[in-house]
C-alpha cells in the first residue's frame, strides 16, 4: 500500500486514526436526537458528496446528473425493499447503488462524443428528465411529490437512540470505507489516468491512456457510491421525495465541494460539515441562507479555488518551508 | 383548422419568449466562452421592475421597458465584474467555463434570495403592455401584449443583429468572439468589451422579464424555467450561434405550442429535455454549433 | 535618439517552458530587421512577446524609450504596435471590408477609416476584388494579403511581420513581399519581420539576426550574412551557388 498513502507521515497517520476513533466514540456520549439526525443527514450528504467529488474534481468532468443519480439509487433500493422483501435491506441498498451505477455508465456514454460544456447541458437535461419523470410517479414506482412511501429500511425495530447510533456508524463505516478508495484509486492507473485526462487532454491521446475507458469507469465508480447514498437516505429518512434532487440541493452540494476544494480527498469532508453548519444556524432564514451561500461559492471560487483544503495545505507548505529555511539557516 | 392556428399562434408567442431569453446567452458565449447561468435571475428582475414600474407606481409601459433594459443592463455589467472578470486569463479554458458556470450560478442564487427576502414568497401581479385580445379563427385568440411581445422580440432580435452587423462596437464583438489575440492586437480593448456584452445580453433578458410576468407573475424563482428554457434552446442552436438560436427558439416554440396541444402540459417539458438528449448524441454540437468556430 | 524599438534580457514562454532567453533586440525608426530561425525556436514567441499577447517572464521591451512589457496587448497596440499575426489572424466570418475595418479600430485611426480603407485598395487592388467576401473563402495568398492590408490601416510606430511567406505558392509569395518591400520602402515605422529562411528577404532586410534555442546567435547585413558557408547551409534558402 505504498503509493496512496505515502504522503502520511506518522504524524498525519495518528491524527487521522485519532480522529476516527473520537469520531466512531462520539454517539455514545452525546444523545440529542435532533442534532445526531442532522449529523447523520450530513454524514449521507458526505458521501453524495464524495461520489459527486470523484466524477466531478477529480476525473474533471462536468456532471451534473449526480443527484438524480442518487435519486436513481433510492429509487432502485427502494423498490426491492418493498416488493423483494427476501432481499435482505443491505444487499437492497447495494443492489440500489449498482442500479445506478449502471445508468450512471449509460449516461457516461454519450458524453465521450462531447466536447466539455455540452456534458454539463446533457447531464443537466438528464436530471431533469429524471426528475420531472419521477414527479409524473409512472406506475408508483417514485412517490411523486408526496415522496416515497416507507419502507422496512435498515434498523427497523430499535429505539430512537439505537437507530441514530447504528445509522452513524454504518454512514461514517462507509465514509471511511469510500475515503481510502478513494485515496487508493488516485495513486491507481485509473486515478492517474483520470487525472491526465483532466490537465492535458492532448497528452493523455498520445501516451496510450485509454480515455474512453477511465471515464466510463468513473461515472460507474461514483454512480455507485451516489446510488449508496440514496439507499442509505431512503432507510433513514425513511422518505425521499423529488425535491432531493432539485436545484436546491444542487446548489448547497456544489458550494460543499468548492468550499472544501474540489478535487481533493478530504474536501468533501471539510466542505460538508462547514456548510451543515451554518445551514442549521440559518435553517429559519431560507431567504438569507442561500443569499449568504451565493456569496460564500462566489467568493471562495474566486479568491480561494483550492478551496480550504487548499489554502490549509498552501499554508503548510509556507510553514514548513519556513522552518525548513529556520534549520538551514542554523546549520 | 383549429388547432393548426392556435399551434401557429402560440408557437409564435413561445418563441419569441425563447428568443428574447436565449439571445443573451449566445451572445455572451459567443464572446466570453462561458455559460452566464444568471440569465433566468436577470428574466426575474426585469419581471420586477416590470411589477414596480407599472402596478405600483403606474408608470407607463414603454418607460417601464426602457427602465428594466436599463437596470438590467447595469445588474449585467456588475455581475460580470464581479463573477468572470476576475477569472480571466487565470486558467486553462476548460475549466475557466466550469468556473465561471458556478460563479454566475451563485449570482443567480444571490440575485433570487435577496429577491426573496425582500418581496418574499409571493407572486405579483404584472400588467401588460397593452391590455385586450384579438380574435384569430374560431376562438382561438392571442392577447395584444403577446403581439406585442413578439413584434418587439423581432424588434430586439434585429437591432442586436444591425447593432453587430454596422456598428464600430458591434464589429468588435464580433472580432473578439472570432479570435481573441487578433482582436486584442487591434487595440480592441476587451476588459471594457466583456461587461459591455453582459450588460447588454442581460439587458434583452430583462425586457423579456416584463412581458413574461404578465404571463406568469413576477416571483423570486421567476427566472428558474426560463434558464431552463434558454439553455435548451442555446443547445439546440448551437452554442455561439446567433441565427441558429433564433431558428432554435421558434423551433422549441413550435414543439412546445404542438406539444401542448397534442399532449397537455404536463409532459412538454420532459419530452424537450429527452429531444435535447437525443439531439446532443447524434450532433454532439448542436444543430448549427460547431467548436472551433464562432459565428456572432 | 532612443531606437524605436529595444529589447533587453528578454525571456518569455508558455506556461512551464521557457522558449524564448536572454534576447538583445534593438530596432532603429524606419528600418526592417529580418530575424530568421528554426521553428520551434522562439521567432513567434518573441513577437508575441513584443507585442503582449503574452507577458514576458523577465528583461524590458521598450518603445521609444518606454516600458511597454508587462502591459496588455491592446494597450501596446493602442501605442502603435501593429502586429501582423502568424497564419492570418483574419475574422474568418467577416468579410475582407470588416477585416480591413477592424484594422482601423482604435480611436483616432476610426474616424479617417474610410481614406484608409481607400489607401489599402489602392496599393492592394487584389483585396478591393474581393472585399464583400467571407475571409474564410479567400486563397491563402489572398489572406496574408489582407492581413497585411489591415496592418496599413492606421499609422505605426512598429510594425511586427510573422511569417508572411509561411505555406504560400510561389506566385503568392512574390505579390506578399511586393508589398513588404513598399512598406520598407515607403513607411516610417521599424519593422520587424520574421522568416525560416533567407529565401525571399534580399532588398528587404536591413539587418538580419539568427535565432536558435531563444536567443540571437549572429547578426549582419544580408550581404554578410549570405556569403556565410555554415549559415547558408543551415538556413537552407535559395542563394544559389554561382554555377552550379
Known amino acids: 500500500m505504498t503509493g496512496a498513502f505515502a504522503s502520511l507521515t506518522a504524524g498525519r497517520l495518528g491524527l487521522i486514526t485519532a480522529g476516527v476513533v473520537l469520531a466512531a466514540l462520539f454517539p455514545l456520549v452525546y444523545h440529542d436526537p435532533y442534532y445526531m439526525t442532522i449529523i447523520v443527514t450530513a454524514e449521507i450528504v458526505l458521501i453524495l ?14 456532471n451534473f446528473a449526480q443527484l438524480a443519480i442518487y435519486a436513481l439509487g433510492a429509487y432502485g433500493s427502494g423498490w426491492l425493499m418493498l416488493h423483494q422483501t427476501w432481499i435482505p435491506v443491505p444487499v437492497a441498498i447495494v443492489l440500489g447503488g449498482l442500479f445506478a451505477a449502471v445508468v450512471s455508465v449509460l449516461l457516461a456514454f454519450p458524453t465521450l462524443r462531447l466536447f466539455g460544456i455540452y456534458t454539463s447541458l446533457l447531464t443537466f437535461a438528464f436530471a431533469q428528465v429524471v426528475q420531472y419523470v419521477a414527479l409524473n410517479n409512472p406506475r408508483n414506482l417514485t412517490g411523486g411529490s408526496y415522496g416515497y412511501p416507507s419502507v422496512p429500511g435498515l434498523f427497523p425495530h430499535l429505539g430512537q437512540t439505537a437507530y441514530l447510533r447504528a445509522y452513524y456508524w454504518v454512514c461514517a463505516g462507509v465514509i471511511v470505507a469510500s475515503c481510502l478508495a478513494v485515496a487508493w484509486l488516485r495513486q491507481s492507473h485509473l486515478g492517474i489516468a483520470l487525472r491526465s485526462i ?20 468513473a461515472f460507474g465508480l461514483s454512480g455507485f457510491l451516489a446510488g449508496i447514498a440514496g439507499g442509505l437516505y431512503l432507510s433513514f429518512e425513511q422518505s425521499f421525495t423529488t425535491n432531493q434532487m432539485g436545484l436546491t440541493p444542487m446548489s448547497i452540494d456544489v458550494t460543499m465541494l468548492v468550499i472544501g476544494g ?6 468533501p469532508l471539510i466542505g460538508t460539515a462547514i456548510l451543515t453548519v451554518i445551514h442549521t444556524q440559518l435553517i429559519n432564514y431560507p431567504g438569507w441562507e442561500f443569499t449568504v451561500l451565493g456569496i460564500i461559492l462566489l467568493v471562495i471560487v474566486i479568491f480561494v479555488p483550492g478551496g480550504l483544503v487548499g489554502l490549509i495545505s498552501r499554508a503548510d507548505r509556507r510553514v514548513r518551508s519556513w522552518v525548513a529555511e529556520g534549520a538551514d539557516a542554523e546549520a | 383548422m383549429t388547432e393548426i392556428v392556435a399551434i401557429i399562434a402560440n408557437a409564435v408567442v413561445y418563441g419569441s419568449i425563447y428568443g428574447l431569453v436565449a439571445i443573451g ?38 418607460l417601464a421597458l426602457v427602465l428594466a433594459f436599463v437596470f438590467t443592463f447595469g445588474l449585467g455589467t456588475v455581475t460580470e465584474l464581479v463573477s468572470v472578470q476576475p477569472l480571466i486569463g487565470r486558467q486553462k479554458s476548460v475549466d475557466f467555463e466550469m468556473v465561471t458556470f458556478i460563479t454566475t450560478f451563485a449570482v443567480a442564487i444571490f440575485l433570487t434570495n435577496v429577491a426573496l427576502q425582500h418581496f418574499g414568497p409571493f407572486q405579483q401581479n404584472v400588467p401588460s403592455i397593452v391590455g385586450g385580445n384579438l380574435e384569430l379563427y374560431n376562438r382561438v385568440s392571442i392577447s395584444y401584449h403577446e403581439l406585442t411581445m413578439a413584434g418587439i422580440s423581432v424588434v430586439l432580435m434585429s437591432g442586436l443583429g444591425l447593432f453587430l452587423a454596422r456598428t464600430r462596437w458591434g464589429l468588435a464583438i464580433r472580432a473578439v468572439a472570432q479570435d481573441l489575440d487578433a482582436a486584442r492586437s487591434l487595440a480592441v480593448p476587451v476588459t471594457r468589451l466583456y461587461p459591455l456584452t453582459m450588460g447588454l445580453a442581460s439587458a434583452l433578458a430583462g425586457v423579456g422579464g416584463v412581458f413574461l410576468g404578465a404571463l406568469y407573475f413576477a416571483s423570486p424563482t421567476a427566472g428558474d424555467l426560463p434558464l431552463l428554457q434558454a439553455l435548451i434552446v442555446v443547445v439546440l442552436g448551437g452554442l455561439g450561434s446567433l441565427s441558429g438560436t433564433l431558428y432554435a427558439a421558434y423551433l422549441v416554440g413550435l414543439m412546445q405550442a404542438f406539444c401542448e396541444v397534442e399532449f397537455g402540459t404536463t409532459w412538454t417539458l420532459p419530452i424537450l429535455y429527452t429531444a435535447i438528449l437525443v439531439i446532443l448524441i447524434v450532433r454532439p454540437n448542436g444543430l448549427k454549433g460547431s467548436p472551433s468556430e464562432a459565428r456572432l | 535618439m532612443s531606437a524605436t524599438l529595444e529589447v533587453h534580457g528578454l525571456a518569455a514562454g508558455y506556461d512551464q517552458s521557457i522558449v524564448v532567453r536572454d534576447l538583445d533586440l534593438v530596432v532603429e525608426a524606419g528600418s526592417t530587421v529580418v530575424v530568421i530561425g528554426p521553428n520551434g525556436h522562439g521567432k513567434t514567441t518573441l513577437l508575441r512577446a513584443i507585442s503582449g499577447l503574452i507577458k514576458p517572464a523577465r528583461g524590458e521591451v521598450l518603445l521609444d524609450g518606454e516600458r511597454i512589457d508587462g502591459r496588455p496587448a491592446e494597450r501596446i497596440s493602442a501605442m502603435g504596435v501593429v502586429h501582423v499575426m502568424q497564419g492570418d489572424g483574419l475574422f474568418a466570418d467577416m468579410t475582407v471590408e470588416e477585416n480591413l475595418l477592424m484594422g482601423a479600430f482604435h480611436g483616432a485611426s476610426w474616424r479617417h477609416r474610410g481614406t484608409a480603407l481607400k489607401r489599402v485598395y489602392h496599393e492592394l487592388p487584389v483585396v478591393e476584388e474581393k472585399r464583400a467576401q467571407k475571409a474564410r473563402t479567400l486563397s491563402g495568398g489572398e489572406r496574408r494579403l489582407v492581413g497585411l492590408g489591415r496592418g496599413m490601416m492606421r499609422p ?15 506566385v503568392a509569395i512574390e505579390a506578399v513581399y511586393a508589398v513588404i518591400r513598399r512598406l520598407h520602402d515607403e513607411s516610417e515605422a521599424a519593422i520587424i519581420l520574421i522568416e525560416e529562411n533567407f529565401t525571399h528577404i534580399e532588398g528587404v532586410a536591413d539587418l538580419v539576426h539568427i535565432l536558435e534555442a531563444g536567443s540571437l546567435v549572429r547578426s549582419g547585413s544580408y550581404a554578410e550574412l549570405s556569403q556565410d558557408r555554415t549559415v547558408v547551409e543551415t538556413y537552407l534558402g535559395s542563394i544559389a551557388e554561382p554555377g552550379a
Open chain 2, 25 to 62: 446567452m449566445t451572445l455572451i458565449y459567443g464572446t466570453l466562452r462561458i455559460l452566464d447561468m444568471s440569465q433566468g435571475s436577470m428574466v426575474m428582475v426585469g419581471g420586477y421592475v416590470g411589477w414596480w414600474a407599472m402596478a405600483t407606481h403606474g408608470i407607463n409601459p414603454a
Open chain 3, 156 to 170: 505605426a510606430r512598429l510594425l511586427l511581420i510573422d511569417e508572411p511567406s509561411l505555406g504560400l505558392a510561389p
Open chain 1, 198 to 217: 483532466r490537465d492535458a487532454p492532448a497528452y493523455t491521446a498520445a501516451r496510450g491512456v485509454n480515455p474512453r475507458a477511465a471515464r466510463v469507469a
Open chain 1, 262 to 267: 474540489i478535487g481533493t480527498v478530504t474536501g
Open chain 1, 49 to 62: 458528496n464524495i461520489s459527486w467529488n470523484f466524477v466531478l474534481g477529480m476525473a474533471g468532468v462536468w
